[in-house]
């Protein structure tokens, strides 16, 4: 499998954020050549660059607006010009503006799902008739356990990630006899910043209780399961919708 990951390339949209981060490297570590797109507004990128050259990985990294098609148009040319085509595709990147539906506007409504859902559209149109002409692809969409069970406070970022997962059965319904997979993961709560961010009397009244398995999920257990679903083996998972949050959400 070594051998095959290392032909392969790449691109994790927000790969140099919490959950990013951890899949970039360990998609690194699997041989996989990987390239992380960042925030345009992300004024620490070479600093992460440097640090993980120090600690002996080397990214290709290119400042993407996942919200903007004709950024993600742009940027992806560039990418296939300087490393080649792309095989596999995390759309990880995603951003929250948590507040009550009553106090939500239309502009808290509009970024989040440009941000967290038009981005899949934005940058899997890049990649899918090149994986399509290779008859070998893999797109993971990046969901929550929010967006199938709902969150207080999360009416936009709910409705994108549930959103999300529409677009992956479609689109694994496509392709699936073309050598690619779709599939979407729900994770729940990760210790990443987006986390540690609540309110922590509201993390420990209202959601740590609500984890059967006691704890936040860690950042490599998710890329855990990318990887997996980068693999060979994983060739018959399509259209899926992988949960993976401690137990707190069965269905
Ligand atoms: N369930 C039930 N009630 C809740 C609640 C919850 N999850 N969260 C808040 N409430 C209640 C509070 O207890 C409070 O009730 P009272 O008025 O009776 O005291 C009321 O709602 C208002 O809460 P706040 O005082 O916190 O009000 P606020 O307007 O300042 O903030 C909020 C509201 C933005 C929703 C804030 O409570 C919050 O950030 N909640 C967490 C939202 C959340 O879970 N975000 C997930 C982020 S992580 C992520 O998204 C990653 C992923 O994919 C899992």
């Given at each position: 499998m070594a051998i095959i990951a290392e032909n392969r390339l790449a691109v994790v949209t927000g790969g140099m954020g919490g959950l990013g981060e951890s899949i970039s490297t360990k998609m690194a570590d699997a041989g996989y050549r990987v390239v992380v797109t960042y925030s345009p507004a992300n004024t620490k990128w070479k600093q992460w660059i440097d640090d993980m050259r120090s600690r002996g990985q080397a990214f290709s990294a290119y400042p993407v607006d996942v919200a903007d098609y004709d950024d993600c148009a742009a940027k992806c040319a560039q990418i296939r010009r300087d490393c080649g085509e792309i095989d596999i595709l995390v759309n990880n990147a995603g951003i929250t503006r948590d507040m009550t539906f009553k106090k939500m506007?239309?502009?808290d409504w509009d970024e989040v799902?440009?941000?967290?859902l038009d981005s899949c559209f934005n940058m899997t149109k890049q990649v899918m008739d090149g994986m399509i002409d290779r008859n070998w692809g893999r797109v993971i969409n990046v969901s929550s356990v929010n967006g199938q069970k709902g969150a207080f406070g999360q009416t936009n970022y709910s409705a994108a990630k549930a959103g999300i997962h529409g677009f992956t059965k479609a689109l694994a319904l496509e392709?699936?006899?073309?050598g690619v997979t779709v599939n979407t993961i729900s994770p729940g709560y990760i210790g990443t910043k987006m986390v540690t961010a609540?309110?922590?009397e509201i993390l420990d009244t209202k959601i740590l209780p609500q984890i059967p398995v006691g704890r936040l999920g860690k950042p490599e257990e998710v890329a855990g399961l990318i990887i997996y679903l980068c693999s060979e083996e994983a060739a018959f998972v399509t259209g899926a919708n992988i949960s993976i949050n401690g137990g707190q959400h069965m269905y």
């Open positions: 506007t239309k502009d799902m440009r941000t967290n392709v699936a006899r073309r609540i309110p922590g």
